[in-house]
């Protein structure tokens, strides 16, 4: 009997797996190559990486983490839409941030303290260049001064579950002023 083919999602995290890794962590980066298919594939995603070791100190993450460029900006901070309705601006006229994205599966328990673990390893905002050294495109000066206001360190959780799909949630390390309607 034939062995069937694989999946696409399968052959994806199939190739993206990497050569020398401990079966401990192979699902993780499983999950990792999974929300990436995800954000690539159905929700129209750029630039985006898998990141293992933390930008502050490059020692490992606490698990993997994704990051890239979604199609339209994520979150609007509170200060950001005063200041967008001052200059009569749309949330389309605003380039968009490069976002972290930290994959987890439904059945995985999340505290407070791993959550704190995550924050403690990134900076604000994800760097465009790779790991690996190889750079990415230059962010413009408009994106560097939205980041210095975009109000502190966030992510966008993504879980998983066992059927594939895969909801998100934006997280922030602390307490947030509410958004205006």
Same mark, same amino acid.
């Given at each position: !009997? ?27 980066? +499983?999950?990792? $190559? &999974?929300?990436?298919? =995800?954000? &690539? ?8 990486? *898998? ?5 502050? /100190? ?17 979150? *609007? ?6 200041? @967008?309705?001052?200059? =009569? ?12 994205? #930290?994959?987890?599966? #439904?059945?995985?328990?999340?505290? #407070?303290?791993?959550? $704190? ?7 604000? !905002? ?7 050294? &190889? +750079? @990415? ?14 109000? +502190? ?9 066992? /059927? ?5 949630? *934006? *997280? ?8 205006? =309607?």
């Amino acid at each position: !009997m034939e062995k069937p083919s694989l999946s696409a999602l399968s052959s994806f995290i199939e190739a993206s797996k990497p050569a020398e890794i401990p079966i401990a962590d192979l699902q993780q980066h +499983g999950l990792a $190559a &999974q929300v990436l298919h =995800n954000l &690539q594939y159905q929700h129209d995603w750029t630039e985006l990486q *898998v990141h293992t070791q933390s930008p502050i /100190d490059k020692r490992p993450l606490p698990k993997p983490l994704v990051s890239g460029l979604p199609p339209h900006r994520i979150y *609007v901070h509170p200060d950001e839409q005063i200041e @967008m309705l001052k200059q =009569n601006l749309q949330e389309k006229d605003i380039p968009v941030e490069r976002e972290w994205v #930290l994959p987890t599966h #439904l059945r995985e328990k999340w505290s #407070l303290r791993k959550f $704190a673990q995550v924050f403690d390893a990134i900076i604000e !905002m994800p760097s465009a260049a790779r790991e690996d050294g &190889q +750079g @990415m495109p230059k962010d413009g000066a408009e994106t560097k001064e939205i980041r210095s206001r975009r109000g +502190g360190k966030r992510l966008l959780l993504a879980t998983a579950g066992d /059927d594939s799909t895969v909801v998100y949630y *934006v *997280v922030h390390d602390g307490i947030v002023k509410p958004r205006q =309607n």
